[in-house]
C-alpha cells in the first residue's frame, strides 16, 4: 500500500524568495514520484515525475525535486517564487511507472505568493 | 494538452436522483479513471479501466458504477446521488505501458452539487 503526506495545507512566500514544498511517501515497492500543479477552476498538469533514473528531477516552470530514499522525502522547490507560481500542488505515489493501477495523492498544498 | 473531455462541466442535482458523468478521450490510451477531488482530502480514485469492458474499483467506489464500452468513452454513473456526492470529478488517461514514460493527464473536471 502507498501513502504520501504533504506538510503544510498552505505555504505563503513572497516574490523571488525560495519555494519549499514537502512531500513524504510510504510505499511497499521502489516509488514512482510525481508533482502536479492545480490552477484555479482547471485539472491537473503534471509538473514532474521521479522514474529511478535520476535522484534530481527538473520538471518545468522552473521546478525541481529531490527523491531521497533515506528520507522517504520527495520535496518540490523553485528557487526564485513568481506571482504566477500561485496554485494547489499535490504529491502522488504508484507503484507502476504510469499509475496504471491509480495515483495516490497527498491532500495538496496551496501555495500563496507575496507581492 | 492531452484530448480530454468531460460532460457536463456542472451539474446541480437532488438527492435520489441518477446522474452520469461522461469523460471522452482522442489519446485512444488503454487506461482511463475517475477521481474525486474534496477539500483537505486531494483526488481519490473511484474506479478505473484497462481496457473496453475491463474495469476496476478504486478506494472510495461505493455508491459508484463505470461503464467503458468503446476505447475513447469512460462513463461514471452516481445510482441514487447523496449530498456526500457532491464533489469535483475528474477523469484522468494514460498509456497504461507500466513503465517510466507513462503519465497520467487529467480532464477539466465536473462540478457536481447534491442537494
Known amino acids: 500500500a502507498q501513502s504520501v503526506t504533504q506538510l503544510g495545507s498552505h505555504v505563503s512566500v513572497s516574490e523571488g524568495a525560495l519555494v519549499l514544498l514537502r512531500c513524504n511517501y510510504s510505499?511497499?515497492?521502489?516509488?514512482?514520484l510525481f508533482w502536479y500543479v492545480q490552477y484555479p477552476n482547471q485539472g491537473l498538469q503534471l509538473l514532474l515525475k521521479?522514474?529511478?533514473?535520476?535522484?534530481l528531477v527538473k520538471g518545468i516552470n522552473g521546478f525541481e525535486a529531490e527523491f531521497k530514499k533515506s528520507e522517504t522525502s520527495f520535496h518540490l522547490t523553485k528557487p526564485s517564487a513568481h506571482m504566477s507560481d500561485a496554485a494547489e500542488y499535490f504529491c502522488?505515489?504508484?507503484?507502476?511507472?504510469?499509475?496504471?493501477?491509480?495515483?495516490?495523492f497527498g491532500k495538496g498544498t496551496h501555495l500563496i505568493i507575496q507581492p | 494538452d492531452a484530448g480530454i473531455t468531460q460532460s457536463p462541466r456542472h451539474k446541480v442535482t437532488e438527492t435520489g436522483t441518477p446522474v452520469t458523468l461522461r469523460c471522452h478521450q482522442t489519446e485512444n490510451h488503454r487506461y482511463m479513471y475517475w477521481y474525486r477531488q474534496d477539500p483537505g482530502h486531494g483526488l481519490r480514485l473511484i474506479h478505473y479501466?484497462?481496457?473496453?469492458?475491463?474495469?476496476d474499483k478504486g478506494e472510495v467506489s461505493d455508491g459508484y458504477s463505470v461503464s467503458r464500452s468503446k476505447t475513447e468513452d469512460f462513463l461514471l454513473t452516481l445510482e441514487s446521488a447523496t449530498s456526500s456526492q457532491t464533489s469535483v470529478y475528474f477523469c484522468a488517461i494514460s498509456e497504461g505501458t507500466g513503465v517510466s514514460t507513462d503519465t497520467q493527464y487529467f480532464g477539466p473536471g465536473t462540478r457536481l452539487t447534491v442537494l
Open positions: 521521479y522514474t529511478s533514473a535520476a535522484t
Open positions: 510505499s511497499s515497492v521502489p516509488p514512482y
Open positions: 502522488a505515489v504508484s507503484p507502476s511507472g504510469g499509475g496504471a493501477d491509480g495515483l495516490t
Open positions: 479501466s484497462y481496457g473496453v469492458k475491463d474495469t
